[in-house]
């Protein structure tokens, strides 16, 4: 059956093919939930002023493969921007992964294009299509090392019983926060909501918290601009796989903390979190990321949890974690002689900055994660 490839570039059509993308999807092995149309569809909503350019592969019989962009000058990069650790591509095999890609590329060529792929998981069937040789005849491919994403794989003994599966020193901090708070707040209450359970008030509660928060980190608060919260309101109205979970002193009190996660397939991604400075004697961010853990543990289906730190470069994600994956920078620039010095600029500065990243040991594997393993690619796919 001849194969086409097909150039989405317009809200109205990809409103009409959010059913078909969404049930495609459901049957590919993709990297991660947020990979999903209902979190790349809602960003390109929140965010409208990106025009986004989404490309299929079909046949006779349907969908093979989906890959989504937005168009930011001559460049297209991977929806969801910078909001979202890492991107995938929607295919039935790597086969047509890559024949998707390669068309992607010649038609970014013939309209003076290049592709930048911020941040692509190493296990993800993007990244075994970039590096295809039939992208290399067709792109200069330069790559950066970008992060690491320490993860662990705990068994589940049943129901009530992940903090059994804990090491006695995460027992011990688990037993100290909750005797803490409780003293101070004998009312106090964990709440988890999921999906489309999440409304807009419980997310503008966590906004107003990380925004307040933000002044012991680097740079803005994400919340900062109110299109990340659309960004997210959306996610949960589509009944993306999100997990919002909050510790209140009091029922229906201020959250003293909460964490922002995606939950599917047995595994646990943690995504953002903040907690009130004001509470920091009493470690709430800490008894709230065992109680989101503890939440997930009893909903597996396997016996089994694996949980993702996904990037970043926090001490405590090392000494959570057993294992990791690399996430790369990728650019793919198409073969034209207008091109070239585009690929001498790429391919200078990317072999410093992959040179200095290697030196700093938390992202080389050094001091700080020298007891991680690589994990499997099986389990990050």
Request: glycine share 6%; aromatic share 12%; net charge neutral.
């Amino acid at each position: 059956m001849p194969r086409s490839v097909y150039r989405i570039d317009d809200h109205t059509m990809m409103a009409e093919k959010r059913a078909e993308w969404t049930a495609f999807s459901k049957g590919c092995s993709l990297a991660a939930p947020f990979c999903h149309p209902g979190v790349w569809m809602s960003w390109l909503e929140a965010f409208a002023e990106y025009e986004p350019v989404i490309f299929e592969l079909r046949d006779g019989s349907g969908l093979l493969a989906l890959l989504p962009f937005y168009l930011e000058g001559t460049t297209l990069r991977p929806a969801t921007g910078p909001h979202i650790d890492y991107q995938d591509i929607a295919a039935v095999s790597d086969e047509a992964a890559v024949e998707l890609l390669v068309a992607v590329i010649q038609d970014a060529a013939g309209r003076g294009l290049m592709l930048t792929f911020d941040k692509v998981a190493e296990h993800s069937r993007l990244r075994v299509a970039i590096g295809d040789a039939r992208v290399a005849e067709l792109a200069s491919v330069q790559r950066r090392y970008w992060s690491l994403c320490p993860s662990a794989l705990v068994e589940v003994h049943g129901p009530g019983r992940f903090l059994a599966s804990l090491s006695s020193n995460r027992r011990r901090d688990y037993t100290v926060a909750s005797r803490r708070i409780k003293e101070a707040f004998p009312d106090h209450v964990v709440e988890h909501r999921f999906g489309s359970e999440i409304d807009s008030a419980l997310l503008h509660e966590a906004a107003q918290l990380h925004r307040e928060n933000q002044y012991r980190r680097e740079g803005e608060s994400v919340f900062s601009d109110s299109r990340f919260t659309g960004f997210l309101e959306k996610q949960a109205a589509a009944d993306a796989p999100v997990l919002l979970s909050m510790i209140r002193a009091r029922p229906g009190g201020e959250p003293m903390a909460f964490n922002l996660g995606y939950f599917a397939e047995d595994t646990y991604f943690y995504y953002i979190t903040s907690y009130d400075g004001a509470f920091v004697s009493l470690s709430p961010g800490k008894r709230l990321f065992i109680e989101t853990l503890s939440y997930c543990a009893d909903r597996v289906e396997h016996g089994r949890l694996r949980y993702d730190l996904l990037s970043g470069e926090e001490n405590y994600k090392s000494r959570w974690a057993t294992t990791f994956y690399e996430v790369e920078r990728i650019q793919v620039i198409p073969k034209r002689l207008c091109n070239l010095p585009r690929v001498a600029a790429y391919s200078a500065l990317y072999t410093l900055k992959s040179a200095k990243n290697r030196l700093l040991k938390w992202k080389a594997g050094g001091e700080r994660v020298a007891g991680l393993q690589h994990e499997p690619p099986v389990l990050a796919r």
